[in-house]
């Protein structure tokens, strides 16, 4: 069989297409990270201020918040293109005259928010010292989640099943933060040798890759993109 081979150009077109789909919930990450985000910073950090009197507290709060709330978004995108590309009714009649979603997409997708995210991070850098390292060691978590939500949603083929149980194992990660001290940090790293300890989350990514494909309902189904 005859593959076409698609340029940058093409998968611009089809980032694009997808995106049309989700209509105005697209716009939801980007108004998390450049509006909400930047409000609950100076909120918390002048709660701190008042609360305690001391700029550290309300930086190390700084820091705790974007650790509850950022990882959550990488997977965001990827699960909302599916819910509309493959849970809507006659979406094996759009597939049959389209181009799946598939793991192209969704890489661009966790790119972009990876993107986004660092730049949130550079520029959250003129204040902290340790926003890039911060968000170096989110994308190794953030990368962690976007395997897992493919491995899910090829196990149980539901976008929203899938998002309340990233959901649910991101808290119990947070709540039991001392038997997984590399996901919640206390305090930030101070150095890039730290964040050789963050290879596990790429590593476990992989892993669950591999084994997406080793499922046979993934394969079976028919629908669900590769």
Known sequence: MHHQKHTIIDYVWRTVRHSKAMGKAFFVTPFFLF????????????????????????EHDIFLLYQHTIPFFSIYWPLLAKKNLWEQPGSEVFHACHDP??????????LMY???MLLFFLFLSLWFDWAIL??????????????LQRFLFALLGSAVICFILCFLLCTQFQ????????WMLY??????????????????????????YCLPIAHTRGKFPV
């Not at 509006?35 to 309300?58: C, D, I, K, R």
């Open 35 to 58: 509006l909400v985000l930047p409000m609950l910073t100076l909120w918390v950090y002048f709660q701190s201020l008042g609360q305690y009197g001391t700029t550290a507290q309300g």
């Open 175 to 182: 709540m039991w933060y001392r038997a997984f001290p590399n």
């Open 114 to 116: 990876s993107s986004l």
């Open 134 to 147: 911060e968000g170096l060691r989110l994308v190794c978590i953030n990368f962690f989640l976007f395997s």
């Open 187 to 212: 305090y930030p790293l101070t150095s890039y040798d730290q964040l050789k300890g963050y290879l596990v989350f790429i590593l476990v990514a992989l892993l669950l890759e591999g084994l997406r």
């Open 101 to 110: 979603l598939n793991i192209r997409d969704e890489v661009v997708y966790f």
